[in-house]
């Protein structure tokens, strides 16, 4: 929702016709559990005719200027960007096989991952999918095996999108158990955490939103 304090001015003082677009909008949300492609992005084809950070130096210049207002460096801040897993919402119509989709997204996303860095500003790699995709596919009745194969080839395509950028200027945040919904088939945390140390990052940064794992904070100590 992108009007501040929509809640005190809903309904009386928002546009009729922003009104109109909020509820065709809700009425897409209320189909996406019968058939996601109502509103997934379909995916052709990126690469050169793809401008993936077209609006990158605009960005960056606003955040510097915003910064300078306040008397901020930008090399004391950093930016968030998408890591390859989880766009998986993405569907691919284009390319012959997942990897490689997922890796023409990883050269795209490299050009943003570089640019943040050259501007001065740490970059964060944000994960919000790949571990809790393994929730979700267990629960359709795929295996852990099946999973870890999807999450490695992700894991690789992130590597592959940094590239030749130096690793003391990379944040990697993954969210792990903050989910809505059941908790079914979450996966252990030591059997899944050697994929997050693979990221190239000099910094890791875990959410673990679920009591049941806060004993796990020890396999740091091994990994």
């Known amino acids: ?13 928002l ?21 996601r492609r109502v509103i997934a ?15 990158a130096p605009k960005d960056l210049a606003n955040f510097k200027a915003a910064l300078t207002a306040a008397g901020k460096d930008i090399s004391e801040t950093f930016l968030p960007v998408v890591a390859p897993a989880s766009t998986y919402w993405l569907l691919n119509e284009y390319y012959k096989s997942d990897e490689e989709f997922v890796y023409a997204l990883a050269d795209v996303l490299h050009e943003e991952y570089r640019a943040i860095i050259e ?3 740490f970059l964060q790699v944000d994960d919000a999918v ?3 995709e393994a929730d979700t596919m267990l629960s359709r009745g795929q295996s852990w095996e099946d999973y870890r194969r999807w ?23 993954i969210c792990f158990g903050s989910w809505h919904g059941p908790h079914a088939y979450e996966p252990p ?35």
């Open 1 to 13: 929702m992108r009007f501040p304090g929509y809640r005190a001015l809903f309904p009386q003082q």
């Open 119 to 121: 501007s001065g500003a």
């Open 41 to 55: 992005p379909h995916v052709h084809k990126l690469g050169a005719a793809h401008k993936p950070y077209a609006l």
């Open 189 to 223: 945390p030591r059997d899944s955490i050697d994929l997050v140390p693979q990221g190239n990052a000099q910094d890791y940064l875990m959410e673990q939103a679920n009591p049941r794992h806060e004993h796990a904070g020890k396999i740091w100590e091994d990994v």
């Open 151 to 173: 999450a490695q080839l992700r894991v690789d395509a992130l590597k592959h999108a940094l590239r030749g950028l130096p690793e003391d200027r990379v944040r990697y945040h």
């Open 130 to 132: 790949l571990m809790h």
């Open 15 to 35: 546009d009729p016709a922003h009104l109109d677009k909020m509820v065709q909008t809700m009425a897409l949300v209320a189909r996406m559990s019968e058939d």
